[in-house]
Nanobody, 118 residues
């Protein structure tokens, strides 16, 4: 059964950095568009960033542009989200998603908590 596992979350002070990882298994990782979503407390899940199978990247939230970087290593079946200059409003559960390019399959991870607080 296909699986996505996130890691790297935690408690960090404002201005700090974290790198989230998302490891995929039991599917052809390199053929999937990968996305990071965030669900802040009391809010809907929202799209943060996307990376295509070819490595094209998009950061969707203006508040994160210039601070967050999405990347992937297909040889390791892993996607990353480098988060710098973290702010309290970045707090939330971060989820990764894999969507099959040209297909209908989609998988979700269980989420990793990021808390930015002094």
């Amino acid at each position: 059964q296909a699986q996505l596992v996130e890691s790297g979350g935690g408690l960090v002070q404002p201005g700090g950095s974290l790198r989230l990882s998302c490891v995929g298994s039991v599917f052809t990782f390199s053929s999937y568009i990968m996305r990071w979503y965030r669900q802040a407390p009391g809010k809907e899940r929202e799209l943060v960033a996307r990376i295509t199978s070819a490595g094209g990247t998009t950061i969707y939230l203006d508040s994160m542009k210039g601070r967050f970087t999405i990347s992937r290593d297909n040889a390791k079946n892993t996607m990353y989200l480098q988060m710098n200059s973290l702010k309290p409003e970045d707090t939330g559960v971060y989820y990764c998603n894999a969507a099959q390019t040209g297909g209908s399959r989609s998988y979700w991870g269980q989420g990793t908590q990021v808390t930015v607080s002094s």
